[in-house]
């Protein structure tokens, strides 16, 4: 069967719309996303952005490099020449994107178990395509068939997007003069263990690797470091070779998290208060973007350093599009990922390791020390109630604390409650009925007060709506 009669086929699969998220394309491998959807993929995504350059990369599945030989195959065959990346992170297909102007493909499942595999996609310059800029269009051209192209198919060739990437990300951060560190770095058989030693190199840094082995499987830990429960090798080993600092990566290593000195886990809220120190000192009075979630350190630390805070709902298509809107210097949000204009308004976690590598060399106090100024409240982290009427729990909190003294309320994403040395946000998860709990407040006990007491609330509510 030639490519353009399969392309026009409706896609094999039960539910796109259970594969097409708001941010990418992600299901089980090949019962949900085969290779059959991949090439469809390809074709209705050159038909949609009418490119006719097309770069491609993957990360470790063993799913991965063949979907992305598919995707390529239905890019070309809609007349696009396809640069195949070959092995990367999705910063890697950011960089690529932006640097050589076209749009771009990434095959990962970031931390999905084994048995999925998704695609990222994205518009020339790394901007973002997500289900309202664009995936819907593509979603619903899978679904009916993509016409065949009647020119001349497009070729495919491969690149090695590694070294001009490792490049690029060093000119962005001062790293000359740096003391000498012990760095332990977690790539959890992800990508980070094929990018760090690039990256890397050269550099003052005695590097001990944990799990750099390429392995899609995962047989270490998830490659999920938002889970403590994956960080715990990582803080041993830090306190075992008495290192400097921890660097932990996820799956497709566009998300970084840390550990200091010690074996704590520092918080993204507390690393993005230091970038954004970093970036207002290097810009002084820029605009720096904070999700809702991050702590509220963040906005006050921003304003102290004279840049402009700007809080943005959670997700990293509406911290991309504030990011332009504003032209933002930099972003950052609670789950580990960061956002940087001089990378094209794209995340990168290896960006953010170089960032605190860099303000750690150029010290001589420990990471603890260091952070201890930009680290100012007690959060709960991100608690998950089962809601499957998540409306009528929300309103039942919100009418709770409604009209109390000195409390006050807003719906930009979920429900914030604040007070003057606390708040808390309950928001919907898009995928599961789930209640997403997040609190802080000036004190552990006041936290833990306000988080069990907002919980009995949540049990409660739930148990009134089944």
């Not at 910063?91 to 931390?111: K, W």
């Amino acid at each position: 069967m030639f490519v353009e009669d399969r392309i026009r086929k409706r896609a094999e699969v039960s539910d796109l719309d259970k594969i097409f998220k708001a941010y990418d394309i992600r299901g089980v491998v090949p019962d949900e996303l085969s290779e059959s959807v991949a090439e469809a993929v390809g074709a209705a995504f050159v038909r949609l952005t009418g490119t006719k350059t097309l770069i491609t990369v993957h990360d470790m599945r063993a799913s991965s490099a063949p979907l992305a030989e598919a995707l390529g195959r239905g890019a070309a065959a809609q007349g696009a020449d396809v640069i195949n990346g070959g092995l990367g992170s999705t910063d890697m297909v950011y960089y690529a994107s932006g640097s050589l102007d076209m749009p771009g493909a990434m095959i990962t499942a970031s931390h999905n178990p084994a048995r999925y595999n998704g695609i990222k996609l994205c518009k020339a310059g790394a901007k973002p395509v997500g289900i309202e800029t664009g995936l819907a269009e593509v979603r619903d051209m899978v679904a009916t068939g993509v016409p065949a192209y009647q020119g001349t198919p497009g070729t495919i060739t491969s690149r090695d997007l590694l070294p001009g990437y490792a490049e690029y990300l060093r000119k962005l951060v001062d790293l000359s003069g740096i003391r000498p560190l012990t760095v332990v770095a977690d790539a959890g058989n992800g990508m980070a263990g094929h990018t760090v030693p690039q990256v890397f190199e050269g550099l003052p840094v005695t590097l001990i690797p944990l799990y750099f082995e390429l392995d899609g499987t995962f047989p270490n830990h998830e490659a999920n470091p938002i889970d403590p429960a994956n960080l715990r090798d990582l803080q041993q080993a830090v306190k075992d070779n008495h290192a400097d600092i921890g660097l932990a990566f996820d799956g497709d290593a566009d998300r970084c998290f840390v550990v200091d000195e010690r074996g704590e886990i520092v918080s993204p809220s507390v690393l993005t208060a230091l970038i954004a120190a970093r970036e207002l000192a290097r810009e002084p009075g820029a605009t720096v973007i904070h999700n809702l979630i991050t702590s509220r350190a963040v906005p006050e630390l921003i304003t102290e350093h004279g840049g402009t805070p700007v809080r943005t709902r959670v997700g990293h298509s509406f911290i991309k599009a504030e990011m332009a809107r504003t032209n933002a210097v930099f972003g950052g949000e609670h789950s580990g990922h960061f956002y940087f204009r001089d990378f094209w308004f794209a995340d990168s976690g290896m960006l953010a390791a170089l960032h605190t590598l860099a303000a750690l060399g150029h010290h001589t106090r420990p990471l603890s020390a260091l952070l201890s100024e930009f680290s100012r409240y007690h959060a709960s982290g991100e608690i998950n109630s089962e809601a499957h009427d998540q409306a009528a729990v929300t309103a039942r909190v919100r009418d709770v604390y409604a009209g109390q003294p000195g409390v006050r309320l807003d719906e930009l994403d979920g429900l914030t409650v604040s007070g003057d040395d606390w708040w808390f946000n309950l928001r919907p998860s898009n995928t599961e009925p789930l209640l997403r709990l997040n609190v802080e407040a000036s004190s552990e006990a006041e936290m833990a007060a306000l988080r069990d007491e907002v919980l009995g609330l949540v049990a409660d509510a739930a148990d009134r709506s089944e």
